[in-house]
């Protein structure tokens, strides 16, 4: 415990010195985060193209159904059918509007842009300390960070486990064997 009239030790100011383990676990995280943000907005807007297919394909049977099913047959069981595919149809229009699959998509790319600023802005920040002693602009980098961080954890369906995920991790495991122990996952776990 300190003495209130005691200094902190230099390069402390107020807040601890900015370590390069933290710059590379930031860095690393961004890294990984560039690149699964992509595989998650291609993933959100399929799931968006899906549903507005299916709810265009069920409102076309409909309405090419309905007319030759009232005027054919008054066969309850026909007028049932085409009545639930319309209702079908309604719900499969009305699911990606709910869970906003394309806006998502659109975050997820922008915030993928934007990782990869901050993933350069990193690597720069680390090589740069190595030959500077103050850590003001390092800070500064690490707060841009953890913005675009916070950001992404807005996103509703994210999650980093997916098999793209692990395929893209063998992969860079491949490419750079003496990093994959040490690797963390883009939440920083692991």
Request: hydrophobic content about 40%.
């Amino acid at each position: 415990m300190s003495m209130p009239d005691e200094q902190p030790a230099p390069g402390w100011e107020s807040q601890p010195p900015i370590t390069p383990e933290r710059i590379q676990v930031c860095e690393d995280n961004a890294r990984g985060w560039t690149a699964e943000l992509q595989v998650y907005a291609d993933r959100m807007q399929r799931l968006a193209d899906r549903w507005a297919l299916t709810a265009g394909v069920l409102a076309a049977i409909t309405s090419l159904s309905v007319w030759a099913t009232l005027a054919e047959t008054a066969n309850g069981w026909a007028q049932a059918l085409v009545a639930i595919i319309g209702v079908l149809s309604s719900f499969a229009a009305l699911v990606p509007r709910i869970k906003n699959y394309a806006e998502e998509a659109g975050q997820a790319r922008q915030l993928s842009t934007r990782y990869g600023r901050v993933y350069g802005k990193l690597v720069d920040a680390r090589l740069w300390a190595e030959d500077h002693a103050t850590d003001s602009v390092l800070r500064q980098v690490l707060e841009e960070f953890e913005d675009v961080k916070a950001d992404k954890d807005q996103l509703r369906y994210i999650r980093y486990a997916g098999r793209s995920s692990q395929k893209r991790r063998r992969r860079l495991a491949t490419e750079q064997p003496s990093q994959t122990e040490t690797q963390p996952r883009p939440d920083g776990t692991g």
